[in-house]
């Protein structure tokens, strides 16, 4: 599959399931901590500055946006979740979202990016995102954000504890680019 960055646009920002789309059409998934990194994850692998709204107030928005790529996949950028001064009612919101995109049935393909604080490591929520993915089998590589904030040290210390489950684990940074090419790579692998 060969796609077109050009060709690229938000789709909807589905604050409902009826708003989903289900077309079949494999679907990339971004999910991960409230701030760490995921719209910006997004406009860097699309060469877009400002398509996905990097916030400077976390966890503001509850929707789920779908990316259209090219007219031949969707970017789906979850809510973040655990955002600690978030009020009860929006968490609500936010899992009551999010369970019903999981849970529902999709006649397509998922691989799901699953983006951690490469400084923070990885939260209770993180795991229990794992263990969901896990569980389930679906397809996921691990992107270890704002890495450019680590030195080496604190690097290869985290890389090797966020390795030793097994997993794909790739360094990434929106603001040296790091990371960009080998998570193209792995959408591609899993596109086939
Ligand atoms: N140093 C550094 N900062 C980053 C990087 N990526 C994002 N940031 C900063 O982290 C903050 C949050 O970035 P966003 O991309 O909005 O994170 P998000 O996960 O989409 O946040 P919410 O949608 O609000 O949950 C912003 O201030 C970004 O500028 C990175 O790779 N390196
Ligand atoms: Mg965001």
Known sequence: MRLNLNNVKLHVSAGQPDQFPTDGRPQIIFSGRSNVGKSSLINTLLGRRGLARVSSVPGKTITINFYDIDGKLWFVDLP?????????????????????????????????????????????????????????????????????????????????????????????????????????????????
């Open 80 to 192: 973040g979740y655990g955002f600690a001064k978030r009020p009860r009612e929006e968490k609500k919101r936010w899992s009551a979202l999010t369970d019903a995109f999981l849970r529902a049935p999709y006649p397509g393909r998922r691989f799901f990016i699953q983006l951690i604080d490469a400084k923070a490591g990885a939260s209770a929520d993180d795991h229990a995102m794992a263990d969901w993915m896990n569980a389930v089998g679906v397809p996921f590589v691990y992107a270890a954000t704002k890495i450019d904030k680590l030195n080496k040290t604190a690097r290869e210390a985290r890389l090797a504890e966020m390795r030793s489950a097994g997993a794909t684990v790739i360094p990434f940074s929106a603001v040296t680019g790091e990371g960009r090419a080998e998570l193209w790579a792995e959408i591609y692998k899993f596109l086939g």
